[in-house]
């Protein structure tokens, strides 16, 4: 507990006065009397540390253990059929560790094994076929990174500012190197030339859980840069990623990229299903809604400094970091605003990005020590700027739920402390 | 391998962004291919499908950025980029994988679509499906499928699609009753998929259409007469308009200086306060994922074996869909299961148990580990009438376990 309440970040969130206690102990070993963390000889420097039989697979330091997904009790009625949130504000880089990247499921993640995996192609092919799990590890595969990022990511912030963290407001997105076969080769295997003109074919997926979900895919995606994926970040996937075999549909919303992949079914409509009418249609103001609305337009979020992440240090160096996206290709660049929007400067990107995968960005500040109303805005290369929450409601309403790509704004204060504001 | 499968291989997206090395055809060539290819795409653009596809990625945007990437290629490609050399296209297939049997297919393609194709033969009533969803579906949904609790509402909401808080249900917001038919089947009840006959769907689904005062009580839902029912909202949805009504607005050279007269906050999410108070529970989570059992060895009183406890909380999965136990369990579909060893068969206050449950208990019957055993195995051959909607537990050491786990988290 103690150990887990000294390194805890949000520990600072309790009040001003643990912010000023942490700036002062960290000046007083600057100012004063000699370190003793360097002066006294250290148990760690003296006993012995933990053996190379202690752990075949390791686990974050316990250090770490408030890095971790989280959920929101209240947003479903059982965590079964639920979400939860990537830890975004506490990770660096770009590459979601799997271990704490977002999870979403239907019916809850199931235990299915190599052995017992099959996946049938069906509908207009010349052969309707049934893969073993073996047989996909035989035919060429590629390595991709790709964001994954769920429709409602955001979808409780539309009505206002509700949820204070990264982690909550957007953390229902990962990003990893996949391992996969194209989709495109699987389906020239069962052979097309039974589809005749592709053109208004549809290539409908579905999951091997009780759920069974199922997304209708327009044959052109299909054949594009889809992937049956079965590693991510060089490993297995997690059962609650779809082990042993998942869809990855680059830069299209999270739903559509089954998990426990067992069906592929080509068609002549879409399916329509449950996913796809009920869920995942975007309602607008006049009760009209938008559907097959896949792609997810560019986005972007400060990680830190934000409500989890309080500035600790007091006034001077500030490293301001964040994450944009884009459904439609690469970031090309990312402005920061200190002001609430009415000035901006262009950050600097971690690396040049990659398309439809996370892009790191860095805003280099000092600051001094006064209230900040900080935001984001991401540009990617067809020319498209992330809009303002207002932008957005004035086209949709406040009922869409999906698709909420909005400028965020973190108010930070004068000791640090930021929290999720709205802003005129 | 066809023809019109070539013509959509060099179709747009990453795989541009992914020649590096350039092997096989330059990189030049390839983008040259994906304009032609694009340009093509869009003005065959017929069909929904392609329309849908043409505007979610704003295709004539698209032209031009590949345009301008054609030249940029030959450089990235130079520099290596970090970037992946896409897996060869065969000419002739690998030959992987074996024929689907029509058995299987049959077994896994049951989807039905708008048009109604997919529907087996079958019927049913109003009234025995109503009897089906108090049993199997009235405890997370309402008896009238009104909804309880967070549990989704699959009737009403009637002209409530431009209010503040609309209600999206089945009679309101869906456009196809295939949809419903269509996951009812494949997905619900939840915790207990794929058990409906098709007869108890078409009758389930009968009843929802009647709690939305869409037929009347006398209506027989059919195979033959599905196509004439028609939902209220089915013209309710556009296609993906983004390209034309944003994308054409948003893509502006952004402002940078003295973009807005003031700033001020017109809201704090610290009002709300919804946000979940988290530093315990997620060193909870973490201490579990750990140490695995100390929780359920915490619960356990006396000396059941914990990891026995452990293996039931797993496998109490199969039961937490219509029961609940512990703190606080209440009754669901099924009974809470509190103190069920030595408790009186049938005897949760509340709970309208079938007659044979019932029965047994008035008798003085209690659940003993056999009993439980022989009831888990095979509900309905062992309690012939039970309601308990459920094919009986597959892995024998699993029974053992769950019992294990309801002891040690539900001593009363």
Known sequence: ?424 | MSKSLNLFLPAIGGTALMLGGAYGFTSRDYAEQKIESLEIQVEQSTSTAADAVANSRAAEAEIERLAAERDELQVIAAAGGGLTQPAPVAETVYGLGREALPEEIAAWDVDVLPDGRGLPVGSGDVWTGEELFVEQCAACHGDFAEGSGNWPVLAGGFGTLSDEDPVKTIGSYWPYLSTSWDYINRSMPFGNAGTLSADETYAIVAYILYSNDLIDDDFVLSDENFMDVELPNADGFVLDDRADTEYTVWRTEPCMTDCKDGVEITMHASVVDVTPETEGDAQASMTEHAAGTDAAAEGAEGAIDPALIEAGQGAFRQCSSCHEVGENASNRTGPELNGLLGRTIGSVDGFRYSNVMRDAGEAGDTWTAEALEAFLTDPRGTMSGTKMAFRGVRNPEDIAAIIAYIQSVGTE
């Open chain 1, 1 to 424: 507990m103690d150990e887990f309440a000294k390194t805890s970040r949000r520990a600072f969130l309790r009040g001003s006065a643990a912010v000023a206690a942490g700036t002062v102990a960290g000046q007083a070993a600057a100012q004063g009397a000699p370190d003793p963390a360097i002066t006294e000889l250290q148990d760690w420097a003296s006993y012995l540390g933990v053996g190379v039989d202690e752990t075949p697979y390791g686990l974050p330091i316990k250090f770490e253990t408030d890095v971790v997904r989280r959920n929101v009790a209240w947003l479903t009625a059982s965590p079964i059929s639920s979400i939860n949130f990537t830890p975004i504000h506490a990770l660096e880089g770009t590459i979601t560790p799997q271990g704490c990247a977002f999870e979403r499921h239907h019916s809850g993640a199931i235990e299915l094994s190599k052995d017992d995996y099959r996946l049938m192609i069906n509908g207009l092919v010349d052969r309707p076929l049934v893969f073993t799990y073996a047989d996909l590890e035989r035919l060429p595969r590629e390595n991709h990174v790709y964001f994954c990022e769920c429709a409602a990511n955001t979808g409780m912030e539309w009505a206002g500012a509700q949820l204070n963290g990264a982690q909550f407001t957007h953390g229902m997105i990962h990003n990893m190197e996949y391992t996969g076969v194209p989709l495109r080769t699987l389906l020239a295997e069962a052979g097309l030339d039974a589809a005749g003109d592709l053109t208004d074919k549809w290539v409908y997926v579905e999951g091997a859980d009780a759920s069974s979900n199922g997304r209708s895919i327009p044959m052109e995606k299909a054949l594009d840069d889809v992937l049956v994926a079965f590693k991510a970040n060089g490993e297995a996937l997690r059962m609650e990623h779809g082990y042993p075999v998942r869809l990855v549909v680059p830069g299209w919303e999270g739903n559509m990229w089954i998990k426990w992949l067992r069906r592929i079914e080509i068609t002549d409509a879409a399916v329509e299903s449950r996913e796809e009418t009920s869920k995942y249609t975007d309602l607008h103001e006049d009760g009209v809604a938008r559907k097959w609305t896949w792609v997810m337009d560019a986005k972007s979020v400060i990680t830190s400094p934000s409500p989890q992440m309080p500035i600790t240090h007091g006034p001077g160096p500030l490293v301001v970091s964040g994450l944009a996206w884009s459904g439609h290709g690469k970031i090309t660049r990312v402005d920061v605003s200190i002001d609430g929007g009415v000035t901006w400067e262009t950050a600097r990107l971690g690396k040049q990005g990659d398309a439809k995968a996370l892009t790191r960005f860095y805003y280099d500040m000092d600051w001094d020590g006064s209230e900040m109303l900080m935001q984001a805005r991401a540009m990617d290369d067809t020319g498209y700027v992330q809009p303002t929450k207002d932008q957005l409601r004035e086209m949709r309403g406040e009922n869409s739920v999906y698709h909420n790509n909005c400028i965020q704004t973190w108010f930070v204060n004068e000791e640090g402390v930021a929290e999720n504001v709205e802003v005129s």
